[in-house]
T-cell receptor, first 115, second 114 residues
């Protein structure tokens, strides 16, 4: 079945360590997104990519990095510069043009806890 | 810039009662509007979307929403709540001008009492 796969589902990290969250989609979507979710704050956009080898910062990009070397993959690295990385991270994808439907499809999320 | 406000971070209803979750948006261009549902420790699932066609939009699981331009609202309703409706609900607006990203409201947690 087509969809978005995020891994790992749960991840523990020590302070000062970088971690990479995986996001793979087989929907043939051009655009991919990373959101961060914290209780009571909704979802906030970290990075997004509309095409391979190109990506843009979202609203809270500091302390994060991404790459888009393949259409199917959009990994997110949480660096040690991120001051409060404990959160639930959601990856999503959509067709490039919002006029073609516009909805986002989400993965199941990755919960990162910094010890 | 687009924004979304959900009124009420927590709504509690009895099983069988009407569900009403409120969403107001701000947009300088005709918006695309969405409602998503999230169950604990899971991703978001699309309930319904408005993309400038019919103003009354029907979604999955018996939910519907009405787009009211004059009130800049897109409230979500369901005539009769089920226990399985207990979840967090997010309203979102997507702009054709901002790279297609979704801007989410703060979320409303729905509790359903037996």
């Amino acid at each position: 079945d087509g969809g978005i796969t995020q891994s790992p589902k749960y991840l523990f990290r020590k302070e000062g360590q970088n971690v990479t969250l995986s996001c793979e989609q087989n929907l043939n979507h051009d655009a991919m997104y990373w959101y961060r979710q914290d209780p009571g704050q909704g979802l906030r956009l970290i990075y997004y990519s509309q095409i391979v080898n190109d990506f843009q910062k979202g609203d809270i990009a500091e302390g994060y990095s991404v790459s888009r070397e393949k259409k199917e993959s959009f990994p997110l690295t949480v660096t040690s510069a991120q001051k409060n990385p404990t959160a639930f991270y959601l990856c999503a994808s959509s067709r490039k043009s919002p006029l073609a439907g516009g909805e986002l499809f989400f993965g199941e999320g990755s919960r990162l806890t910094v010890l | 810039a687009q924004s979304v406000t959900q009124l009420g971070s927590h709504v509690s209803v009895s099983e069988g009662a009407l569900v009403l979750l409120r969403c107001n948006y701000s947009s300088s261009v005709p918006p695309y509007l969405f409602w998503y549902v999230q169950y604990p420790n899971q991703g978001l699932q699309l309930l319904l979307k408005y993309t400038s066609a019919a103003t009354l939009v029907k979604g999955i699981n018996g939910f519907e929403a009405e787009f009211k331009k004059s009130e800049t609202s897109f409230h979500l309703t369901k005539p009769s709540a089920h226990m399985s409706d207990a979840a967090e609900y997010f309203c979102a607006v997507r702009s054709a001008r901002e790279g297609g990203k979704l801007i989410f409201g703060q979320g409303t947690e729905l509790s359903v009492k037996p």
